[in-house]
Nanobody, 122 residues
Framework: QVRLVESGGGLVQPGGSLRLSCAVSGRIFSIGVLGWYRQAPGKERELVAIITSGGSRTYADSVKGRFIIDGDNDKNMVYLQMNSLKPEDTAVYYC????????????????WGQGLQVTVSS
């Protein structure tokens, strides 16, 4: 069974940095898209950043210039480097994968991790 396993959340002061990691478990052949979404209390889940297998990146306007998404195809991992964090970045961050191809298995679409709490507060 393929899973997304996240790590790296926590509490940080405004202006600080955090790095989130997400590992895709299983015998992976290829991954179409990996990314990060977030959901703040009382708000809908929103896209933060995604990266395709070809290396194309898309960012939410609210994080452009502050967050960097990067992937490691050899390790089947995706990272989110978050700099200059603001209190409004406080949310549960979710790793998301789509079109995950495993050896000898059907393609997995729309897979979510369990979520990481990120709190930006002094």
């Amino acid at each position: 069974q393929v899973r997304l396993v996240e790590s790296g959340g926590g509490l940080v002061q405004p202006g600080g940095s955090l790095r989130l990691s997400c590992a895709v478990s299983g015998r992976i052949f290829s991954i179409g898209v990996l990314g990060w979404y977030r959901q703040a209390p009382g708000k809908e889940r929103e896209l933060v950043a995604i990266i395709t297998s070809g290396g194309s990146r898309t960012y939410a306007d609210s994080v452009k210039g502050r967050f960097i998404i990067d992937g490691d195809n050899d390790k089947n991992m995706v990272y989110l480097q978050m700099n200059s964090l603001k209190p409004e970045d406080t949310a549960v961050y979710y790793c998301h994968g789509d079109r995950i191809v495993r050896v000898g298995r059907p393609v997995t679409y729309d897979l979510w991790g369990q979520g990481l709490q990120v709190t930006v507060s002094s």
